[in-house]
T-cell receptor
Framework: NAGVTQTPKFQVLKTGQSMTLQCAQDMNHNSMYWYRQDPGMGLRLIYYSASEGTTDKGEVPNGYNVSRLNKRELSLRLESAAPSQTSVYFC???????????????FGPGTRLTVL | GQQLNQSPQSMFIQEGEDVSMNCTSSSIFNTWLWYKQDPGEGPVLLIALYKAGELTSNGRLTAQFGITRKDSFLNISASIPSDVGIYFCAGRGRGSNYKLTFGKGTLLTVNP
């Protein structure tokens, strides 16, 4: 059981380049999320997918797109990378908790992206 | 949007000391969560709190859901070197089954 996996672990891009971050979970969770983490900012939600076939914007969606490829996978696309998108990106997944809501989110190890 | 104020931003303590950190919110939360992030890793859930006044322990960790539903604290007793990391509070507000709001984190350093 690998949990949540992310590829790549590290990436350096030039301004204007595009790339896709991949995330997969093997816990049969319905919901998946993409966050970014910046120094002193905590985790901010970019997009989430409540269930297969749906995606919704989070707190900071501008400059990103997501695709829920199937129940296991959620990808994050940067069409034209900008230096402001230099960050650590975390994918997470969850299923409903016993007390309601999707509280226990399981996180992947992160992708460290630098945009020059 | 909802905001969480987490304090302190960082702490430097000696092994064996107790630690306390807290989060306050500008609005009511239905759920409070505490996560720990080790260097180079993703956050891991430590404790989840679901109702006002609830006090929950996980080993040397104890967390409480404030009565006003706008705050929570986390205590770590008898700290050890492996407690080093960033601790995040997170809250889930009304009408939001999926979205968590995270605090900015408390960086804990434990000197052996």
């Amino acid at each position: 059981n690998a949990g949540v996996t992310q590829t790549p672990k590290f990436q350096v891009l030039k301004t204007g380049q595009s790339m896709t971050l991949q995330c997969a979970q093997d816990m049969n969770h319905n919901s998946m999320y993409w966050y970014r983490q910046d120094p002193g900012m905590g985790l901010r939600l970019i997009y989430y997918s409540a269930s297969e076939g749906t995606t919704d914007k989070g707190e900071v969606p501008n400059g990103y797109n997501v695709s829920r490829l199937n129940k296991r996978e959620l990808s994050l696309r940067l069409e034209s990378a900008a230096p402001s998108q230099t960050s650590v990106y975390f994918c997470a997944s969850s299923s409903p908790s016993q007390r309601g809501g999707h509280n226990e989110q399981f996180f992947g190890p992160g992708t460290r992206l630098t945009v020059l | 949007g909802q905001q969480l104020n987490q304090s302190p931003q960082s702490m430097f303590i000696q092994e064996g000391e107790d630690v306390s950190m807290n989060c306050t919110s500008s609005s009511i939360f239905n759920t409070w969560l505490w996560y720990k992030q080790d260097p180079g890793e993703g956050p891991v859930l430590l404790i989840a709190l679901y109702k006002a006044g609830e006090l929950t322990s996980n080993g040397r960790l104890t967390a409480q859901f404030g009565i006003t539903r706008k705050d929570s604290f986390l205590n770590i007793s008898a700290s050890i070197p492996s407690d080093v990391g960033i601790y995040f509070c997170a809250g889930r507000g009304r009408g939001s089954n999926y979205k968590l709001t995270f605090g900015k984190g408390t960086l804990l350093t434990v000197n052996p």
